[in-house]
């Protein structure tokens, strides 16, 4: 059997009870995952999501890309179109996970070969520390003008050895990450 006829075939047991045909095109949890394409990092098992829970958008090590900023910006306008009367509030969910393909985009060599056959610069989404890159992803959602700022950010850690998930960063809304730091010295 060939893998396309077990998908086939997985999907006929699905389609037999499915019961989902009117879920709304909105998520149902208002949350987007963000996550790395590894096949160990499912987020609807490792999460516990249902269909039409949440939108999941996947890429080499989860991360914050330009692109990813265009569909979250993009998928915050339809919110807020599609649904005018619904709580805008949009949770962003940042999701690494241990031992990544994407860490060898840190190795020179690795990053030099992959620039020189496909003309692909990896080195700013290169993982050298997964809690240090998460607050740096976060940081390019706090960055990004076109994301608006009403949206609620979060990381977190997936150990693919444990199945356990960790907070690096709990649930923040970006206007209050855009805020400039107090002067602690004035009271301000």
């Not at 059997?1 to 949890?29: G, V, W």
């Not at 009367?85 to 030099?112: E, K, W």
């Not at 740096?136 to 979060?154: C, N, Q």
């Amino acid at each position: 059997m060939s893998n396309n006829s077990l998908l086939l075939e997985r999907n006929d047991r699905f389609a037999e009870t499915f019961s989902s045909a009117d879920l709304p095109i909105l998520p149902k949890l208002g949350t987007l995952v963000l996550t790395c394409i590894d096949a160990r990092v499912d987020p609807a098992h490792v999460l516990g999501l249902e269909l039409g829970d949440a939108v999941i958008l996947r890429n080499n090590g989860g991360r914050v890309t330009k692109s990813v900023i265009n569909e979250i910006a993009t998928l915050a306008f339809m919110v807020a179109k599609m649904a005018p009367d619904r709580d805008p509030d949009f949770h962003v969910v940042l999701m690494q996970h241990t031992q990544c393909g994407a860490q060898n985009f840190a190795n020179p060599d690795f990053r030099d070969a992959l620039r020189d056959k496909l003309g692909i610069d990896v080195s700013d989404y290169a993982i050298t520390d997964q809690e240090t890159d998460l607050l740096r992803d976060l940081d390019r959602l706090r960055d990004a003008a076109e994301i608006p700022g009403h949206l609620t950010v979060s990381a977190l850690l997936y150990d693919v050895k444990s199945g356990q998930v960790r907070e690096i960063a709990p649930p923040r809304e970006l206007a209050r990450l855009r805020e400039p730091p107090k002067n602690e010295n004035t009271g301000g």
